[in-house]
């Protein structure tokens, strides 16, 4: 599974730690990112928080890359179709993506919805600023 961005992380942290509260499990924060830590195989969060920082920055997109993450939730692979910097916030890149395998874009048991193409604005990061309900990127690229 390739690793979320460390802000990525943090927030499953937060939204761990505030689910235990409703179960009456209080747990701190920190106990939260060791659990999250856990979860990624990494015996704790300093060792996890080390390997991403060492990981490369984000490669540049340009058509014909390949590139993998999540998009509503669901893990992808994929290739970037095309790719290019907003006019009005250079520091923002536009990108079609065409998935390897269609994703389903609704959580509903009794319905479903498959695409194989998005299009989605990223910050330097590789993920949007547009978040669903839970808060998390409606896509967010793993390197």
Do not use: C
């Not at 943090?10 to 979860?39: C, N, W």
């Not at 006019?87 to 269609?102: C, E, G, H, N, W």
């Not at 874009?105 to 949007?128: M, Q």
Request: positive net charge; proline residues 6%.
């Amino acid at each position: 599974m390739p690793l979320p961005s460390l802000d990525s992380l943090k927030d499953q942290a937060r939204r761990l730690r505030g689910v235990l509260r409703e179960e009456v499990v209080p747990v701190s924060y920190s106990h939260a990112l060791e659990i999250v830590a856990r979860q990624y195989g990494y015996r704790d969060w300093n060792t996890l928080h080390a390997a991403i920082g060492n990981r490369p920055p984000l490669a540049p997109l340009m058509p014909g890359s390949r590139v993998a993450g999540t998009y509503l939730g669901q893990a992808f692979a994929g290739r970037i179709l095309s790719a290019g910097a907003l006019q009005a916030d250079p520091s923002r890149i536009k990108v079609r993506i065409l998935f390897d395998d269609a994703v389903d874009v609704v959580r509903f048991e009794s319905f479903s919805a498959f695409r194989r193409r998005v299009s989605a604005t990223l910050d330097r990061t590789g993920r949007t600023v547009e978040t669903t309900s839970d808060g998390r990127p409606h896509l967010e690229l793993a390197w």
